[in-house]
């Protein structure tokens, strides 16, 4: 009887883990900041984007901080010696919390911000970030989001960059993007006008971190203007 009692203790003691263990999610692994070049490297064939570490951009401002420049292997700019920029991206830890800054170029960018065609980029934010159920869950909670245009001024788009901000349970995200607007000249020497684009995507631990950082760049911002 004593046997049989304790059966059923262990059976009930499993009953209740189980539910516990179905409830606990997968989440993406979270490398060790400031980020390391093999990390990067990895990751971006992870995340479908072509691209080389340039070395002699890679910079370390302090302890806890790195920065690299990723440019593409083969292609160049137009009538340029220089590789086509992909990518920077800057991981540290401050006041013992985790933050990545990344910035990323596209050519030939439509007057709408095209999602889709960024894909590549947040999928390797949320990797390098870590700690996220699902590798795009930063671009599902950026997907939709649309330029405000206005009938007076439609190309003010030029002149200052966009921006949105979402909570994520993950972490604080904020996504800013501003085109590049360019004009050359067909073989008949008909104007065209061609742009490119600019998205930053920085990952904070907490709303807070990101304000406190927010701080000193709005002021020089405020001081460049006076």
Known sequence: MKRLKFVFLVAG?????????ASAKDVLPQPAFPLEEDVI?????????????SKSETTSFTEGQM???VRDPIETYDGSSNKLFIARINSA????ERVLFAA???????????????????????????????????????LGKEIPYTTENPYEVYEN?????????????????????????????????KQSAIMEINIYESKELCQKLKKPRDQSQSDEEK
Do not use: H
């Not at 490297?41 to 570490?53: D, Y």
């Not at 960059?161 to 008949?188: A, H, K, M, N």
């Open 41 to 53: 490297t990895e990751t971006l064939e992870k995340a479908g984007l072509p691209g080389e570490i």
């Open 67 to 69: 920065a690299y420049v």
């Open 93 to 96: 830890v401050y006041e013992g």
């Open 104 to 142: 990323f170029d596209q050519k030939d960018v439509s007057d709408q911000i095209e999602w889709e065609d960024w894909k590549p980029q947040m999928v390797l934010a949320a990797l390098l970030y870590g700690g996220f159920e699902d590798e795009e869950e930063v671009y599902q909670a950026f």
């Open 161 to 193: 960059p966009f921006s949105w901000e979402v909570q994520l349970p993950e972490g604080y995200c904020t996504v800013s993007y501003s085109y590049r607007g360019q004009t050359i000249y067909d073989e008949d020497g008909f104007p065209v006008r």
């Open 13 to 21: 003691m499993v009953s209740l883990l189980c539910p516990i263990t």
